[in-house]
């Protein structure tokens, strides 16, 4: 029974995608339920985010068009032929929940993406807000034969190739704020969960979630930070295909490289992106509150505080600025 709700939802929002006005009637022919079935699946798409409205007489349509994520391009965009190394789903809970409960079935590099997720997570147990169609959603899978400590510094990785493949679509001016969000203008564009699962001595796992805010619709305000969207700064439309297809190719070009050699060979590039570097900044973690000024990242990926001459690393923690 759901799986059938899923697939008519799937459909009406293939319908609705356009942006065009399609009447209750048109859309229950289509999909072979009643005007009140569509009224209550239309209901349910507005509640995971997809900005639809009604017009009496005229039927339903989307705020703004949307162009879906589609599979069969990002496999053309990035040369793979294999089917099984992407899933495309519509709405899901998590797509970084999904992976983790599969790790061990998936090949090398597995992407799974989705249009809408109804418990995406983000760090430190938070919620990541996830609405329809509006957002760039992906989790990949990625087995490290070195174990553990051959992942030092995964996320901060991660941030560096998004920031690669913004820059590669044209977005020059983002920032890597550590240890793993991208911000634009000090606001948050996308962010980072990485989830670890392994044994010490043996192959471990990595779930690699990444969302990235494509063009949030204006009810969105859920989100606890300043934070802002691909569309509001390039003033124009954003192919989610393609910054996926780039976003795939990057990320696994460069986990090749950092499972032989480590974060070393990237610390130039986060050095250039990073938000503060040479900036007075307060590492908070729990209730214990370093300050220092801030000068980078190490081979581990730990964050370089410099205070009365000397610099040390720290693990773990979140960086706000220092308030006099
Ligand atoms: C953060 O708190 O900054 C991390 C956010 C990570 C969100 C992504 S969206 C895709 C993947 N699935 C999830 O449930 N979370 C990650």
Same mark, same amino acid.
Request: a positive charge; charged letters at 20%; aromatic letters at 8%.
């Given at each position: 029974m759901r799986k059938k709700a899923a697939i008519t939802r799937s459909l009406l929002v293939q319908q609705l995608a356009n942006g065009e006005f399609h009447s209750g009637e048109f859309l229950g022919n289509l999909v072979g339920v009643s005007r009140s079935a569509i009224a209550n699946h239309i209901k349910y798409l507005t509640e995971i985010g997809l900005d639809v409205f009604s017009v009496k007489g005229r039927g339903y349509r989307l705020a703004t068009p949307i162009k879906l994520l589609d599979k069969n391009r990002i496999l053309g965009l990035i040369g793979q032929k294999d089917i099984t190394s992407l899933e495309v789903m519509s709405v899901i809970d998590s797509t970084n929940t999904y992976v983790k409960d599969r790790l061990h079935e998936l090949p090398q590099g597995f992407v799974c993406l989705a249009e809408a997720q109804t418990n995406g997570r983000g760090?430190?147990?938070?919620?990541?807000?996830?609405?329809? +169609?509006?957002? =760039?959603?992906?989790?990949?899978?990625?087995?490290?034969?070195?174990?553990? &400590?051959?992942?030092?510094? #995964?996320?901060?990785?991660?941030?560096?190739?998004?920031?690669?493949?913004?820059?590669?679509?044209?977005?020059?001016?983002?920032?890597?704020?550590?240890?793993?969000?991208?911000?634009?203008?000090?606001?948050?564009?996308?962010?980072?969960?990485?989830?670890?699962?392994?044994?010490?001595?043996?192959?471990?796992?990595?779930?690699? +979630?990444?969302? =990235?805010?494509?063009?949030?619709?204006?009810?969105?305000?859920?989100?606890? &930070?300043?934070?802002?969207? #691909?569309?509001?700064?390039?003033?124009?439309?954003?192919?989610r295909n393609e910054l996926v297809a780039l976003i795939i190719l990057t990320l696994t070009h460069m986990l090749k490289e950092f499972e032989n050699k480590g974060l070393a060979p990237f610390l130039a590039e986060w050095k250039d992106a990073d938000l503060f570097y040479n900036e007075y900044v307060y590492l908070v973690s729990g209730s214990t509150r370093i300050h220092g000024m801030s000068k980078g990242i190490n081979e581990g990926g730990a964050l370089l505080l410099e205070n009365a001459g000397k610099v040390t690393p720290h693990h773990g923690g979140e960086i706000s600025v220092r308030r006099a």
């Open positions: 760090r430190r147990g938070k919620t990541w807000v996830s609405p329809f +169609g509006s957002s =760039i959603y992906m989790s990949m899978a990625w087995t490290f034969k070195g174990g553990y &400590q051959s992942m030092a510094g #995964l996320s901060l990785l991660v941030g560096i190739a998004i920031n690669r493949s913004l820059k590669k679509m044209g977005i020059k001016d983002c920032k890597l704020k550590w240890p793993n969000d991208v911000y634009h203008n000090f606001r948050k564009l996308a962010g980072i969960l990485v989830e670890v699962e392994g044994q010490v001595g043996s192959d471990a796992s990595a779930v690699i +979630g990444i969302g =990235i805010n494509i063009e949030l619709p204006n009810s969105v305000n859920e989100i606890d &930070q300043p934070f802002v969207d #691909l569309v509001s700064i390039t003033n124009k439309p954003v192919d």
